[in-house]
């Protein structure tokens, strides 16, 4: 009866998160601002927005843009029109041959490619291309102060549950690789069967987009727990609690990110783990699924990976 309780306690804060970003991210809702962290957006022909402000992503904007469109290390694709000004920091702009900036374009850090036919009506500004690290740099730590964030949260509200995310990754590293491998694999599939569904399948469409990259966050944050653990039980350099394990290896894992290529291998690979210990401990809860289809996470031990 606890375990169920606990599980139900774990879906309902995730269904909690998961219709709160659907009711500000979502495309019905995009009309107005779309502010986003380490990801893209796309604007997309028949579509207007109010503001654009992306750190850490590439924009495409084929449609209008009623206002303001900031940029901070990432490229911009435009294509359409901007109602005001377009400032770009830290990425390559390229204009299409139907963009219309009704305001100022400033660019630092990259390279401008303009397209005849493309219109700039306010003051165009452009700096050297050496702030592009910089802003990348910046870029990238704002959205690492933003994982962290969200990990000592998340842990402060399910600290049970974390924990058995943390101990699955301890004791079953190679399952949990594979289950998220597969799940990962399989997440086309989904979107596909949603869109041959029609009406329901287009409703649903919007809630698993964003509850797919919450669930691999929530792994991600297990798989932070369980490195922290380690960390701290090697080094001793803090006192054991959920939180500290929780923060260092997120931090530790967030470093790692900043590494070429390697760095975004291991950050992958941690969300993919993160994903299958999320499907073998049944979202945290350690409760078998039904028949035994995937195995029973054990409990967590006391230590490293209790509360």
């Given at each position: 009866?606890?375990?169920?309780?606990?599980?139900?306690?774990?879906?309902?804060?995730?269904?909690?998160?998961?219709?709160?970003?659907?009711?500000?991210?979502?495309?019905?809702?995009?009309?107005?601002?779309?502010?986003?962290?380490?990801?893209?957006?796309?604007?997309?022909?028949?579509?207007?927005?109010?503001?654009?402000?992306?750190?850490?992503?590439?924009?495409?904007?084929?449609?209008?843009?009623?206002?303001?469109?900031?940029?901070?290390?990432?490229?911009?694709?435009?294509?359409?029109?901007?109602?005001?000004?377009?400032?770009?920091?830290?990425?390559?702009?390229?204009?299409?041959?139907?963009?219309?900036?009704?305001?100022?374009?400033?660019?630092?850090?990259?390279?401008?490619?303009?397209?005849?036919?493309?219109?700039?009506?306010?003051?165009?500004?452009?700096g050297p291309r050496i702030f592009r690290p910089f802003v990348s740099f910046v870029s990238g730590l704002l959205s690492l102060i933003?994982?962290?964030?969200?990990?000592?949260?998340?842990?402060?509200?399910?600290?049970?549950?974390?924990?058995?995310?943390?101990?699955?990754?301890?004791?079953?590293?190679?399952?949990?690789?594979?289950?998220?491998?597969?799940?990962?694999?399989?997440?086309?599939?989904?979107?596909?069967?949603?869109?041959?569904?029609?009406?329901?399948?287009?409703?649903?469409?919007?809630?698993?987009?964003?509850a797919i990259p919450i669930i691999y966050l929530y792994g991600y944050i297990g798989v932070s727990r369980w490195l922290g653990g380690?960390?701290?039980?090697?080094?001793?350099?803090?006192?054991?609690?959920?939180?500290?394990?929780?923060?260092?290896?997120?931090?530790?894992?967030?470093?790692?990110?900043?590494?070429?290529?390697?760095?975004?291998?291991?950050?992958?690979?941690?969300?993919?783990?993160?994903?299958?210990?999320?499907?073998?401990?049944?979202?945290?809860?350690?409760?078998?699924?039904?028949?035994?289809?995937?195995?029973?996470?054990?409990p967590p031990e006391t230590g490293r990976g209790a509360a």
């Amino acid at each position: 009866m606890k375990e169920r309780i606990e599980m139900r306690r774990a879906l309902v804060i995730i269904a909690i998160v998961v219709l709160v970003l659907t009711i500000f991210i979502t495309p019905a809702y995009a009309q107005r601002d779309i502010t986003r962290f380490g990801s893209n957006v796309v604007v997309r022909e028949d579509e207007a927005v109010g503001n654009v402000t992306v750190f850490g992503g590439n924009v495409t904007i084929d449609g209008t843009v009623e206002e303001n469109i900031t940029v901070f290390g990432g490229n911009l694709r435009l294509n359409g029109r901007v109602g005001e000004n377009v400032t770009h920091f830290g990425g390559n702009t390229i204009l299409g041959e139907n963009a219309v900036i009704e305001g100022d374009f400033t660019h630092f850090g990259g390279t401008v490619t303009r397209a005849p036919g493309a219109e700039i009506r306010g003051t165009e500004t452009t700096g050297p291309r050496i702030f592009r690290p910089f802003v990348s740099f910046v870029s990238g730590l704002l959205s690492l102060i933003a994982t962290l964030v969200l990990a000592a949260v998340v842990v402060a509200l399910l600290p049970r549950q974390t924990a058995v995310l943390a101990d699955t990754v301890e004791k079953q590293p190679l399952p949990s690789l594979g289950y998220g491998f597969l799940a990962t694999i399989l997440i086309p599939v989904v979107f596909i069967l949603l869109f041959l569904l029609i009406i329901i399948g287009w409703i649903l469409i919007p809630f698993v987009a964003i509850a797919i990259p919450i669930i691999y966050l929530y792994g991600y944050i297990g798989v932070s727990r369980w490195l922290g653990g380690r960390i701290i039980e090697a080094t001793h350099i803090v006192q054991e609690s959920p939180i500290a394990q929780v923060l260092i290896g997120a931090l530790v894992l967030g470093i790692v990110g900043f590494i070429p290529i390697l760095g975004w291998l291991v950050v992958l690979l941690a969300a993919i783990a993160g994903l299958g210990a999320v499907l073998i401990s049944k979202f945290g809860t350690g409760q078998p699924w039904r028949r035994g289809r995937i195995p029973q996470a054990p409990p967590p031990e006391t230590g490293r990976g209790a509360a």
